[in-house]
Structure formats: C-alpha cells, structure tokens
C-alpha cells in the first residue's frame, strides 16, 4: 500500500535510508552519506504533503518525494519542457531486505500516474551517474538522460538529470 507520509513515519523512513546509504557506500557508489538525506529534508517532504510511502504488512518498506517545488540548482539546466508544471522525484529508497522485488517499479508507477491524473506537462528527477543500477532503471522506463550536476558535500561525481515527457 503507497500512503501519504507523516512526520511519525521519520524516524523508520531515516532507518531504511541508513541502510540503502550503507549498501551503497559498501558498493563503493559514494550517493548518500552522513549529510543526506536527512530528518530535515523529510520534516519539508511532509510539510508539503510530497512525502509517500510503500507498506508491506505494516512495515514502511520504501518512500518517494513528488514535489511540485523546483529546487534552485535545477534553474540553469536545459530541460524538455518550459519550468511550469513538472514534478519532481527525490529520495526513492527501498530497503536492501526488499529490493529486487519490482518496489521501485511500483513506487514509480504511482509517481507517473500521479503526474498524468494531476496534468503534469513531465517528471523530473535526478540520479548518482556512479550508480549504474539507477541509471538503467530510470532509462528503461523512457527517461531521457540530460546534463550533470553536482552536489560537493555529496560527491565529486555528478548526477545526472532525466526528464519523462507525461
């Protein structure tokens, strides 16, 4: 079941991200760290009623940010589409114990259908160019590839920018 996040649910969802940020890191891709993502950038998630969840059995197994808000290093970037109704995808995260299993797919699923019921001209996202799981997950579902971008405090390696045309 995909719900709305709520600010009880931080403290679990902080939980799964530790440990997708610790399977990364053993697998040497440098994507989260100590500095994010963190409890504050959840706190703004639920604020603006972007932050959802994936239950399995009553444990949150996975969350994903729908946001309408175009964060300021995305201004510069030659995107598809005109900067007027997008979305954007942050902080998709399934834990270790249930990935492999078609959660993202799903939490993608509802991103998409949520865009297209809202009328969203696309979907926005960013991914770690050093994770190459990302990257083909994102390009098989029909997301274009466009330019890096970089976040020092995250890595000296970019992110890549995609965008999927609703």
Same mark, same amino acid.
């Given at each position: ?42 706190? %703004?998630?639920?604020?603006?009623? *972007?932050?959802?969840?994936? $239950?399995?059995?009553? /444990?949150? &197994?996975?969350?994903? =940010?729908? @946001? ?37 797919? %799903?939490?993608?699923?509802?991103? *998409?259908?949520?865009?297209? $019921?809202?009328?969203? /001209?696309? &979907?926005?996202?960013? =991914?770690? @160019? ?37």
């Amino acid at each position: 079941m995909i719900r709305k996040g709520t600010y009880a649910d931080i403290d679990k969802i902080l939980e799964l991200t530790k440990a997708c940020a610790a399977q990364l890191i053993e697998k040497n891709i440098l994507q989260w760290n100590q500095h994010y993502p963190n409890k504050e950038v959840f706190v %703004e998630d639920v604020k603006r009623n *972007e932050l959802f969840v994936l $239950e399995k059995h009553q /444990t949150i &197994i996975g969350c994903i =940010t729908i @946001s309408t808000f175009m964060d300021p290093f995305y201004k510069p970037l030659k995107w598809l589409t005109p900067n007027t109704n997008n979305i954007y995808i942050h902080r998709l995260a399934i834990h270790p114990n249930y990935q492999a299993r078609g959660y993202a797919q %799903e939490l993608m699923s509802f991103a *998409e259908s949520y865009a297209r $019921e809202n009328n969203y /001209t696309s &979907i926005r996202l960013d =991914t770690f @160019s050093q994770n190459k799981r990302n990257l083909t997950f994102y390009e098989q579902r029909g997301y274009k590839r466009l330019e890096g971008i970089y976040f020092p405090k995250q890595s000296e390696y970019p992110f890549y920018c995609y965008e999927l045309i609703i």
